[in-house]
């Protein structure tokens, strides 16, 4: 499975609705579950972004999928980020010759 980062904030409406927003991150695990992911970690932050969540999915498409539909909520607005393992990132560096 792919690793993805994926930075959130939350949309006005999002904000308003602060509350409810542990509610809505139940169905997101659900959601992601049942298209072949899974949250693996998920940390409220302080900063650039009001969460993170580290994420795994089958593919780009999965992930890309994901996004969006949690974008046409219309809660929250998401930056997504593939990431390479210490495994692969020892192995890309190290076919660069």
Excluded: H
Aim: a neutral charge; aromatic letters at 8%; proline letters at 3%.
């Amino acid at each position: 499975m792919t690793i993805y980062i994926m930075l959130v904030n939350w949309t006005e409406q999002g904000v308003k609705n602060v509350r409810e927003s542990p509610r809505r991150l139940d169905a997101a695990k659900k959601q992601l579950a049942d298209m072949g992911g899974s949250f693996k970690e998920f940390y409220l932050t302080m900063g650039d972004a009001d969460m993170v969540a580290v994420c795994e999915a089958p593919d780009d498409a999965v992930a890309a999928r994901f996004a969006l539909q949690l974008g046409m909520a219309g809660n929250v607005r998401t930056r997504t980020l593939k990431a390479f393992p210490e495994a692969a990132y020892r192995e890309i560096i190290a076919s660069l010759g």
